[in-house]
């Protein structure tokens, strides 16, 4: 650590008094998250290319404001899920850096709930572009 620089404790952070730049600083951070994720994590990437994927559609199709919900809402479920499932592998890598069956199983459960989310995604993207682009399908001339 570099010397004159001091480690703030979470008991330190929590006794500050609310200030605008304390609540500035701490979205600097979650930007951090964000940034951070993208960088490592392979699988948000993915993530990012289908949310882009869908919202592109979404302009195109001309969604209304509860599609646009849903499609929000999906979307921020896989990436909160992707955040959690990061965090608890980066802090689990931290804790015990070798193999433990324990934290094997903790990995695969918020694996699972990524999947789980991605799956619903996907499914709400298809209950809510399918339909709209078989109609597109039989009713424009210059595709048949």
Not at 2 to 11: D, F, I, N
Not at 25 to 34: C, E, V
Not at 115 to 140: D, E, N, Q, R, W
């Amino acid at each position: 650590m570099p010397e004159g620089s001091k480690v703030t404790t979470y008991r330190e952070m929590k006794s500050d008094k609310f200030s605008m730049k304390s609540r500035l600083a701490s979205f600097r951070y979650a930007f951090s998250g964000l940034r951070t994720l993208l960088k490592n994590e392979h699988n948000s990437r993915i993530h990012i290319a289908a949310t882009i994927v869908a919202i592109t559609a979404g302009i195109i199709f001309k969604l209304d404001l509860q599609e646009w919900c849903l499609i929000m809402l999906v979307i921020g479920i896989v990436f909160i899920t992707e955040l959690l499932n990061s965090a608890l592998e980066a802090l689990a890598d931290h804790v015990e850096p070798g193999m433990n069956d324990l934290i094997g199983k903790a990995k695969d459960y918020s694996a699972a709930a990524v999947l789980i989310s991605a799956i619903i995604a996907l499914i709400t993207g298809l209950l809510i572009f399918f339909p709209k682009l078989i109609h597109l399908l039989h009713i424009s001339p210059s595709i048949r």
